[in-house]
C-alpha cells in the first residue's frame, strides 16, 4: 500500500473518530435536555417512602416553615 492511500485511510479514520465523538456529544446533551424537562411528583415518590399521614404531616410542616402560616 502506497503512502498516498495510508494517508487518505488515516485522514477518513480521523474524521470518522470525529463524527462518533460529536455524535456522544449530542446525545448525552440531548439526554440532559431531557431530564431538566421531565416533571417528578414529589407527593408520588414520598408515598413510596412513607406513609400518607406521616407525608401530610411533612408537607403541613414545609408550608408552615417556608409561608410562616
Request: zero cysteines.
Amino acid at each position: 500500500m502506497d503512502i498516498a492511500k495510508k494517508t487518505e485511510i488515516a485522514e477518513k479514520l480521523e474524521k470518522l473518530e470525529k463524527d462518533i465523538q460529536d455524535l456522544k456529544t449530542l446525545i448525552i446533551s440531548e439526554e440532559s435536555e431531557s431530564l431538566e424537562k421531565e416533571l417528578i411528583s414529589l407527593r408520588g415518590m414520598g408515598k413510596a417512602l412513607v406513609s400518607e399521614k406521616k407525608l401530610d404531616e411533612a408537607i403541613e410542616k414545609a408550608k408552615k416553615s417556608e409561608f410562616g402560616g
